[in-house]
């Protein structure tokens, strides 16, 4: 057998290596270093003298001090200790209230609080198993088809694993050698479209068939409000802001009702009350300040000082702020139509804000909002520039380690149990890149990376064809095989024909990532399936959990081809952000 024949050899022995069970990290080894000391294999050299214990140590080397897997072990951390120490079932309880009018809202509630709780852990397997004890049973009970309750639960149990900050993306960018930044950057847009998709597929379903999600009762979605707010709204104002003003600032006029709330529970809760108002200020006015004065600063800076033309022979410094002057007034009438349109949402909020309202505005802040702003500044700091990916895991594991010790639901043994987990997870991930970089670098000198480079390009095909083979290959793998092997082991073999056909990493990189969320989704080893077996009720069966996940396979494939069809929902924030 010639040389590039033993690598095609080593390629098909590990797909099946892997799927009869045997450990892939090990697995990769064993056979990097058999058919590497074949390779190397010379008749007058020592067996100990063969070059392959050399690769081994230069690759376990290079492995050691890969600066892009430091930030890994942190998210991780900050994961575990999520998961071990925060109120998901508070959260769910007020997401639940929230759209407590919305077909099918046990359903809505439970894909919002998967994808946002998988953002802040990152990990599928803790987010579907939580969701499985949380949600399940209360879907059941309330009449919901199974496959509907079954599907909304591993689907969105998988959104974390491709919204940033994420660990996926993290092992990509380092085996394909891209900027983990720019990919975060890609992936934002793309992993919230596939969540709005899920969720227009679920209230659509449940739509126009109404019998698979049955309407709450009214005893069901009774808000509990406590009884200063009662009384406090029959005193003052049926509008809860009013009366917590006239609380807060002029207590004296609601004559006998004076009493029923103290001035500093007034201005607390009227703090809460004004949440959404400056949130949304707080958005517009970094969005404002970024684009209007940051971004200026910044070209005003790397302009040298004196100079009249931009780049090596450019257009004058008028004639490009006179082609600049386009985005930037089409810029201005979005924010002007975005700040109208939210005011007018404000304004309709706070005038229907009863008491009902307001305790779930109250639920809301105290669950979603402070693992919000976690999670929106940890990827704010790495998109900004602000820290590193390395730094910015570090600010999430102790803001996770704030948010659970302020609940005062991590105790010593839970966080040993996260450490302990963190370590686990970290050396499995790590031992996968000393047996993927030791098995790649064999499979190339066998010659079996040329050798797929050679077959691709003799099939002459289009850079659409060729993104079709490639996508459509990986989706087959994820049948089979989890997305930690289909990147440490596949995505090394593409990398090198994307400059072929001119497809940017970055895109293709993305498609992969969503391309992935169906290997969690695709029998036989659709690991998500089989978490929310663990955890659901005896009569729910496997073939049930199938059936519901199969709809959400076609819906990653549908925003694939939205995001083949338009490539700036994954380029424009990268582009933008740090140019091309």
């Not at 809505?108 to 852990?121: E, H, Y």
């Amino acid at each position: 057998m010639t040389d590039p024949g033993l690598g095609l050899l080593m390629l098909g022995l590990i797909v099946v290596a892997i799927m009869m069970g045997f450990p892939t990290a090990f697995t990769l080894m064993g056979l990097g270093i058999f058919f590497g000391f074949y390779a190397f294999y010379n008749p007058a050299e020592a067996l100990i003298d063969n070059k392959i214990f050399d690769l081994m140590v230069q690759r376990t080397y290079g492995a050691m001090t890969n600066d892009v897997l430091i930030s890994i072990p942190l998210f991780v951390l900050m994961g575990y200790v999520m998961e071990r120490g925060a109120l998901v079932d508070k959260m769910f309880y007020a997401v639940q209230l929230a759209f407590r009018r919305v077909p099918a809202s046990l359903a809505v509630a439970t894909l919002i609080v998967s994808t946002f709780w998988g953002i802040a852990s990152g990990l599928v397997g803790a987010v579907v198993v939580l969701m499985g004890v949380i949600a399940m049973n209360p879907m059941l009970k309330a009449g919901y088809d199974t496959r509907l309750a079954a599907g909304v639960i591993t689907a969105g149990g998988t959104l974390g694993i491709l919204i940033p900050p994420s660990v996926m993306i993290i092992v990509y960018a380092a085996v394909a050698g891209q900027s983990v930044v720019k990919l975060y950057a890609a992936a934002i847009f793309p992993g919230f479209f596939l969540a709005l998709l899920y969720l227009v597929y679920i209230i659509g379903w449940a739509t126009l068939q109404p019998k698979v999600a049955p309407k709450l009762s009214a005893e069901e979605t009774k808000i509990p409000v406590e009884d200063w707010m009662v009384r406090l709204q029959a005193a003052a104002s049926n509008n809860m802001l009013v009366g917590l003003v006239r609380a807060s600032f002029a207590p004296g006029g609601l004559g006998p009702a004076a009493g029923l709330i103290s001035r500093a529970k007034a201005f607390k809760n009227l703090a809460t009350a004004l949440v959404p108002f400056l949130m949304t200020s707080a958005i517009l006015g970094a969005v404002w300040w970024y684009v209007t004065i940051y971004q200026t600063a910044k070209r005003d800076d790397s302009a040298p000082e004196g100079l009249e033309q931009l780049g090596g022979g450019g257009a004058p410094v008028e004639a490009v702020s006179a082609s600049a002057s386009g985005p930037a007034e089409a810029f201005y009438w979005s924010f002007a139509v975005t700040a109208a349109l939210s005011l007018v949402v404000l304004a309709r909020y706070y005038g229907r804000m009863n008491a009902e309202r307001f305790e779930v505005l109250k639920l809301l802040s105290s669950s979603v909002m402070p693992l919000g702003i976690l999670s929106f500044l940890v990827l704010a700091v790495i998109l900004f520039g602000i820290t590193t990916a390395t730094e910015s895991a570090a600010v999430g594991a102790a803001g996770a380690f704030l948010l659970a010790l302020q609940a005062r639901t991590l105790n010593w043994k839970r966080t040993k149990e996260a450490v302990f987990l963190t370590a686990k997870t970290t050396a499995m991930i790590c031992w996968l890149f000393i047996g993927s970089a030791l098995f790649s670098a064999v499979f190339a000198l066998l010659g079996g990376q040329a050798l797929v480079e050679q077959w691709v390009l003799s099939l002459g095909l289009t850079p659409l064809q060729f993104m079709i083979l490639s996508q459509a290959i990986i989706f087959i793998l994820g049948w089979p095989l989890e997305w930690t092997e289909i990147i440490i082991i596949f995505v090394p073999i593409f990398m090198p024909l994307l400059s072929h056909f001119g497809i940017d990493p970055i895109l293709w990189g993305v498609l992969v990532f969503v391309n992935l969320q169906a290997a969690f989704l695709s029998p036989p080893v659709a690991m998500s399936a089989f978490y929310l077996k663990g955890v659901s009720p005896p009569h729910v069966t496997i073939n049930q959990i199938f059936a519901g996940m199969m709809p959400y396979m076609l819906i990653v494939i549908l925003c694939m081809i939205f995001m083949y069809i338009w490539p700036g929902m994954v380029l424009w924030l990268p582009t933008y952000l740090y140019g091309a």
